[in-house]
């Protein structure tokens, strides 16, 4: 299916472009396919920067957000991610995101990368002595 592709202005035009991206994402490198998925990836990064109406949240609330709308739980993370120890530190803000989780989660949710790449604080914990 060759189809010529211009910006996205609609929900329409943005479900076409994911649909013919899912279609050729396996195309092999250098193809006429291959141009098109990174053509589609362009077109459908800037449609969603600008049709997101994300909250200015940091970015684990920003994700435990997402993870209810797609009723997904820390183990579906973890089974993606391969570590549950390490996804409940970073839910629990005791460790913070590493680039592999932000690119993983960003196509896992649905969250443009630089939502979850935001600065946010850590829990401290406190040491006992004695």
């Known amino acids: 299916m060759k189809t010529h592709w211009y910006l996205i202005e609609s929900e329409a035009d943005y479900n ?3 649909k013919r991206y899912e279609e050729i994402k396996q195309s092999r ?3 006429e396919e291959h141009k098109e998925k990174m053509l589609l990836v362009h077109l459908i990064s800037g449609y969603e920067k600008e049709s997101m109406d994300l909250p200015d ?3 684990i609330e920003l994700i435990k957000i997402r993870m ?9 993370l973890a089974k993606e991610y391969g570590d549950k ?3 409940s ?3 629990n ?4 995101l590493s680039i592999n989780m932000i690119r993983l989660f960003s196509k896992m949710l649905n969250v443009p990368i630089e939502y979850l ?3 946010y604080d850590l829990k401290r914990q406190t040491l006992i002595t004695g």
């Open 117 to 119: 790449a935001k600065e």
């Open 89 to 91: 530190k970073v839910l």
């Open 93 to 96: 803000y005791k460790q913070a």
């Open 16 to 18: 076409l472009a994911i």
């Open 57 to 59: 949240l940091d970015p």
């Open 29 to 31: 490198s250098g193809s």
């Open 68 to 76: 209810d709308d797609l009723n997904l739980k820390p183990v579906d």
């Open 85 to 87: 120890g390490t996804i």
